[in-house]
């Protein structure tokens, strides 16, 4: 049997191993204890697995693998944060992983999809179109990676944090992301508390409102505008799932449950929806909903087309925010040096939607030049 044609078991959350397990003449704990040698201890040689039977062993080490990312590139920026360009197959494709260290956290910030489908104006993955879904292995093997990197230069907590807000739409990819989050949260796996996983969105609504149905760990809402002319700019998936809609879906989320809150990321754009009538606008749209409001500079990157807007303007809105009573904060970047903020990450795939080719076009149409706002 070849390698590929092996289980690769990083792509079972408890649920799918029990089956598997049982499937083979098994009992169900063994899942449990297969989870605790890989995603605890780091452990992928299955004869190390040493309170499994020989016959055991053998069987896995026959029909199964456990395939960790290759790293293909490493930075490191002055701030520390630390981006790694992984491969994830045999042809080529590639996907950005950054983990952001903090005095009292390490967040991971993890990539769903090889690209992304959304085209936002504003987002430099969207100029590299789209490639195809990760599976849950490949989206598992981030937080594998890098947890147990850190273990081994010496930090014992290792992750402490997941944003799923790396390359791609996590609920475009629900399933796969799914089962990756339930190994995160599961205490046989990285028993990270639901808190402190974070899946971000554009605002795929159906796919929030099954969200609400099948785990409660925490949802960030890429909201960027405070009406529907300006975010069928900002964001085109609007067009589909307006504004009123993507609302409603998020009091579903924090209805009936008391601690939960959405966090609404609003990218600063200079010009475009940084004034104080926007602002005032955002606090209408938000209206009572429980929540925190993130302001991220913009980061820029080669031919975008908008720029942040000043210190000044951003205080300025999250002023007025905060005065009508919404927790605002301003994010800092970080990694801006090495390419690892917030819609820096490109990865490298081929692009199977010819949109990063169209994108090419239109560069060489206006010259290259940045076109200021
Ligand atoms: N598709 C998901 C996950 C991507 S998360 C989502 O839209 O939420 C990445 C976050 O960074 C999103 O809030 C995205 O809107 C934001 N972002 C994208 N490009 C950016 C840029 N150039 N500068 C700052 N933030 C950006």
């Known amino acids: 049997m070849s390698v590929n044609d092996k289980i690769n078991l990083l792509d079972f ?23 605790q040698w890989v995603h605890q ?3 992928t040689d299955f004869a190390q697995m040493t309170d499994m039977s020989k016959k055991l062993r053998e069987f896995l080490q026959e ?13 490191r920026s002055t701030d520390g944060t630390r981006k790694w360009l992984l491969g994830v197959d045999d042809s080529d494709n590639a996907i950005e992983c950054v983990l952001i260290p903090e005095k009292t956290r390490m967040t991971l910030c993890v990539s769903s999809q090889l690209g992304c489908t959304l085209n936002c104006s504003f987002c430099s993955t969207a100029k590299q179109g789209f490639n195809r879904n990760l599976t849950t292995a490949e989206i598992i093997a981030q937080l594998h990676f890098a947890h147990h990197g850190l273990r081994e230069e010496g930090y014992d907590q290792g992750v402490t944090n997941v944003v799923m807000m790396g ?14 989050v339930d190994m995160m949260c599961d205490d046989f796996g990285y028993a990270l508390s639901k808190r402190r996983v974070t899946i971000s969105t554009a605002g795929v609504v159906p796919a929030m409102e099954k969200l609400e149905q099948v785990t409660d760990v ?5 909201l960027h505008a405070p009406n529907d002319r300006l975010r069928n700019q900002l964001v085109p998936l609007n067009r589909k799932y307006p504004i009123r809609e993507l609302m409603r879906a998020c009091r579903g989320y924090v209805d009936g449950y008391r601690s939960r809150k959405i966090t609404f990321e609003y990218v600063m754009l200079e010009g475009v929806n940084d004034s104080l009538e926007h602002a005032r606008e ?3 749209v938000i209206g ?3 929540c925190k409001l993130n302001l991220i500079p913009f980061n820029p990157y080669p031919h975008a087309i908008y720029r942040c807007s000043d210190a000044e303007t951003i205080d300025r809105f999250r002023d007025y925010t905060s005065s009508k009573g919404i ?9 801006d040096d090495i390419d690892a903020a917030c819609g820096q990450l490109v990865g490298s795939f081929q692009d199977r939607s010819r949109r990063s080719e169209k994108y090419q076009l239109s560069l060489a149409q206006v010259g290259g030049v940045t076109v200021a706002h």
């Open 327 to 335: 927790v605002t904060v301003t994010r800092r970047a970080r990694g």
């Open 13 to 35: 959350n408890r649920a799918a191993l029990e089956t598997f397990f049982v499937a083979n003449g098994e009992k169900p704990f063994r899942a449990r204890q297969l989870m």
């Open 167 to 180: 390359m791609g739409e996590p609920l475009l990819n629900f399933d796969a992301v799914i089962a990756a």
């Open 282 to 284: 955002l606090v209408g």
């Open 288 to 290: 009572k909903i429980p």
């Open 41 to 43: 201890r780091g452990v």
């Open 218 to 222: 925490a949802l960030a809402v890429s």
């Open 63 to 75: 029909n199964c693998r456990i395939e960790r990312p290759r790293i293909l590139t490493q930075q």
